[in-house]
């Protein structure tokens, strides 16, 4: 079976989904599973809303980046940062539109 997981973060990040996911993911791969996880390039929560501070950064992609491990690949992608992302996800919002306002939530990072 092919199985996609999409999360907010993956190991080496910490945190309790994360390792979850991570120990879900090695168990299906083990079990001859072809797993897909697609997350961001984010460490820490607070660089989901903000860009990381100068020097933090380093070694990491700026492009979505491919890691294999037998039947587990693992894709990142760096979050958007646009100044005034939360007022115009929010103005997007307000149009009369359920599946637009799901994806337009302002507080919401953006991949």
Same mark, same amino acid.
């Given at each position: ?13 910490l945190?309790? !989904?994360e390792?979850?996911? !991570? ?14 996880? @697609? ?9 989901? @809303? ?17 890691e294999r491990?037998a039947?587990l ?7 958007v ?6 007022y115009?996800?929010?103005a ?7 599946? @637009? ?11």
């Open positions: 079976m092919h199985i996609a997981q999409f999360i907010h973060r993956y190991p080496p990040a945190g309790g !989904a390792a979850y996911t !991570a120990r879900l993911c090695k168990h299906l791969a083990a079990a001859n599973h072809r797993v897909d996880v @697609w997350t961001s390039t984010a460490h820490e929560l607070c660089e989901l @809303w903000s860009a990381p501070k100068t020097g933090s950064s380093t070694n990491r992609p700026e492009s979505p980046s491919g491990d039947n690949h693992v894709t990142r992608f760096p979050p940062y646009f100044s005034g992302r939360r115009l996800l929010k997007l919002s307000l149009l009369p539109s359920r599946p @637009w306002q799901c994806l337009t939530t302002p507080c919401n990072p953006v991949s």
